[in-house]
Nanobody, 131 residues
């Protein structure tokens, strides 16, 4: 298991913004899908956004237009800018990497496959959005 390091969570009022960061091993970017996922107690894991090695992205419909993923490969870092936050965005966010083949050749399938095995992930960072 390859450990990723994510950070940046916190508490914010509805409508506010937060930015998350993730550091990853340099070699992983070209071989694996990457992205941000979130977990909420009592619910299945939810894919927030995925990004492939060609920079193709896919956002969950619930966050599209509000969240933006970006990367800085020179720093081996991945970011998630979250704006217009809603209470339903509350959860533990973590960055992750997974096998592209296992995902059927499409990184975005993680959004509809809560059972899809991950190969590396961060410890998670809590995001709390209040009214």
């Amino acid at each position: 298991q390859v450990q990723l390091v994510d950070s940046g969570g916190g508490s914010v009022q509805a409508g506010g913004s937060l930015s998350l960061s993730c550091k990853f091993p340099a070699w992983i970017r070209s071989r694996y899908c990457m992205g941000w996922l979130r977990r909420v107690p009592g619910k299945e894991r939810e894919g927030v956004v995925s990004i492939d090695s060609d920079a193709t992205t896919s956002y969950a419909s619930s966050v599209k237009g509000r969240f933006t993923i970006s990367e800085d490969d020179s720093k081996n870092s991945l970011f998630l800018r979250m704006s217009g936050l809603k209470p339903e965005d509350t959860g533990t966010y973590f960055c992750a990497a997974w096998d592209r083949i296992r995902a059927g050749g499409n990184c975005a399938t993680v959004n509809v496959r809560p059972d899809l095995s991950l190969d590396a992930w961060g410890q998670g960072t809590l995001v709390t959005v209040s009214l």
